[in-house]
């Protein structure tokens, strides 16, 4: 914290840093080309008050250059996963600025697929696969990096298999039982991997996603918020290194369309899929004894 | 064209119709449930004019009630294909509205896939798919309907075999010949199917969709004006019905980053994704003598 | 067109060039600057079929030249208007591309307010105002340049004055009369300037803004599609120059929200804005005998 | 939390609710109707792991309930300002849910303007402003509700009066110093009341805002850093109930473009507005002492 004198008046938190370097790495060291493409986002936080308060920018590492950093380690270092190369990226950004506490890396990775031509996959042709992107988020302080894996836009669906009733009334209550509907939703997914853990990112990634489509498919449903619950029981029970992991998901309802006036009966075949208002239902689950 | 005598002030080209009704429909005639995801438009044109000039709405079919039917068709009918479906849809829109000349009914479909559980595809959990939308436009008039496919949002990239020189130069150019570049692009096809064609239509989509990104991957790209045409070519030369096919292509440009200052070479490694200014090529590839 | 012999498949309409350069022109011969906030698209059509069939770029002039006089242009000529620019930048391309037909030239403007400070508004500090952007599209021919100007994202809403009555009904109608609804839509005008006609471009954009506000605000409405219609006349009964005006307006429905079981009622006061699915109308209103 | 026995797996943190309700409420008392145009989003947090691990919905206030009490709340309290809204709305639904122990209510509202018809405002035909969209967020715990004020999408710019150097540098530091640059940021504001504070919410807004836009003009800028500080101390300055100020401030680049290759200089005068990557700043300013 920083003040003039006599205010009361003072610098409460702060970061700075460059969102959305639009990064795409193609890995050409044979005619297979790989391609990674990356949005990172990097920032610093420590002591940068007098960048602040008295304009001093001397301790002040250039968002610009932070950006420069991005790319030069695409090549230098590789972005063999998100999380590996936001550590490494993240690490140096910290040794870089010397009031900085602690600087953080974001990352999105977008996937591509190789184009199949006569059944095989082409050494230099992509298509961009679409559905979910992956995350990483990574601070890096002096006691080391702090990795946090997942993903958003998952967008799943089941026509059946859910449920929602015996829920707490009011006088402004007019939503009937519903024994059997659509859920579904956009899930936005994030695990913490236990200080120093080093897996292999990509595998856990793999096995971590299967885990939450597989256990939103063959769980019946009494409210969103239980197979939220029984998706983190699941990559918890399986992942001793994940310490924790936090869901958002909104409910995106899908309303059952009235077709008795047109002589037509509608037993849970025709919806119309709501854009807004809709719910949204955030929740962590956690082991205990962890950070 | 109607008037109000004197002015020389008429009323000229006019449409109107419900836009962006988003269906979901589920097939669960067995357990093991069938996903239909679509957004349709719907619109006529006519003699509407006393609507426009007089306030008189006795010949206007409500955007309401084309909202209505396209729910009701979706059970009604079914949505096998998005072709099929508009077809079906237009046609009743047009007996259902004698002012009108001609309906035209778009529609985008979102693909799903089964969550794959044990190897095997759940019976009725999914999970969207991303990646392209599959379009269709039909218009119905007196004459029957009119069917473009279509696609759009497919992404694709080659990180390599795409060079851009010799091209024009004036005093305003400074791009220097590219021998080795990353060519891009989110692609939007539009093909147009012979009147009276009835192909199966979602098997022919499948074949289009392979044949544009086999081109894509398999034609060395002097400019992707060559790259949309050879796809066009390709798609026309398989296709007998096909009578016409449109390409609207961003070129989604991947700037080489400089890494020199940093003692960094950067052989086709290293690019930044713009995203503005891009380049816009649109082409169509026809076939003579059709329509 | 061009063919490969014996095909019969050939090149079709074709047309290429920079998408959304974001220009911004500081005019600062004094201390009180100016600002210009363009984005502006350009591009060619012509002879360019060697480019497709063969992969000869040398009548191609380059997408990123374009750019380039995009931006030379916005110092050369500077950008008084959208129009005035739009004609010039588009009359350069014609003349640098021989093998061009025409250039087409789209500009968008985005407003900025000076900041006020002490009741003053100040010389060098802007807030950008929201709401409408201006725009204009200029085709540049041998014939020299045909401008359309316009505006979209321009959102009115009356809050009574609108019924919807008296339409045609079928067996999919369920929707009642309305004697007093919401109207609301958001606005894209176009309107075009006879062909040599150099007015003001920026006094008559600002009539004509004026004319659609006041006429949408004072008339009463049976219909989206007679207030279009009326708005289309004043603009054309006011400006002897402007040959047609085209609309295009999405119905943005307010649904009147059933407070009854909750023991209120709702005299027009508490409504829903929906998203989808949404009316649109699209209408012109012209000038017989004018192009 | 709660937990299965044995397992160390417990839910964490947790909430739910509506998002995104689009409530327009017309005041229309007399013939001179308001428009209050709101997008609210409420949720409840508290004791509802029964929800989560049992399935058991006894204590869950429906979501849709939720939106129900949000529309009727529009007529039953009216929404004259969002704070004095969602304080109401927040208190409601705490009270109708015993499980809560808070409840959170998100406003956003959108202004509109009467539509000016000879010189004067229309009596209820209106277009929207656009520009900045004014928000509350209100937490309501037993201890009473909590506000913050705020603003979003405020896009401003100076084009001089602004400098960026003596900054730190690094081997990856290319950027040179800058003596007078554009600055251009879209903030996100938010400022807290002390608690029990009741200022008339939206003269306190008027009175903000124009203290951040004056600030913003009238401030040398050596950094937005200190930019936002000294926009931050402007209004803990003049407003002794709020306590802290939060800014998210995009540092939105222009770019000189280099037109030396075209024979033309550039002294500040044709930028190109980049989109990605940006700066980032973010930063709060507090009063000592106060929470």
Do not use: C
Not at 42 to 57: E, M, N, P, R, V
Not at 82 to 111: C, F, H, M, N, S
Not at 153 to 169: A, I, P, Q, Y
């Amino acid at each position: 914290m920083s003040t003039r004198e006599g205010t009361g008046i003072v610098l409460g938190p702060n970061r700075y840093g460059k969102a959305e370097s639009r990064v795409v790495r193609i890995v050409r060291d044979t005619t297979r080309h790989e391609i990674h493409d990356l949005n990172v986002s990097t920032s610093l936080y420590g002591d940068f008050a007098a960048a602040h308060t008295d304009g001093d920018q001397s301790q002040v590492l250039p968002t610009d250059t932070q950006k420069n950093t991005v790319f030069a380690f695409a090549k230098r270092h590789g972005v063999a996963s998100p999380e590996d190369y936001a550590i490494a990226l993240g690490t140096r950004l910290l040794e870089a600025t010397p009031a900085a506490k602690g600087a953080v890396v974001q990352v999105e990775e977008y996937a591509w697929d190789r184009i199949p031509v006569n059944g095989f996959g082409h050494d230099h042709a992509f298509v961009r696969r679409g559905g979910e992107v992956r995350t990483a988020v990574v601070e890096v302080t002096s006691a080391g990096p702090s990795v946090t894996s997942g993903l958003k836009d998952l967008v799943v669906l089941k026509s059946t298999g859910s449920e929602f009733k015996g829920f707490l009334r009011d006088e402004y209550t007019t939503l009937p039982d519903a024994d059997d509907r659509i859920l579904a939703t956009a899930l936005r997914v994030d695990w913490h991997h236990r200080d120093g853990a080093r897996p292999d990112w990509s595998t856990t990634y793999e096995s971590v996603r299967a885990l939450l489509l597989e256990t939103f498919a063959t769980t019946y449903s009494r409210a969103l918020q239980e197979t939220l619950y029984a998706m983190g029981r699941a990559v918890l029970t399986a992942h001793e290194d994940i310490t924790r992991i936090a869901f958002s998901a909104p409910n995106k309802h899908h309303f059952l369309v009235d077709l008795e006036p047109f002589g037509l009966d509608n037993p849970g075949e025709v919806f119309i899929a709501a854009d807004r208002p809709y719910g949204l239902i955030e929740a962590e689950v956690v082991r205990e004894g962890t950070a």
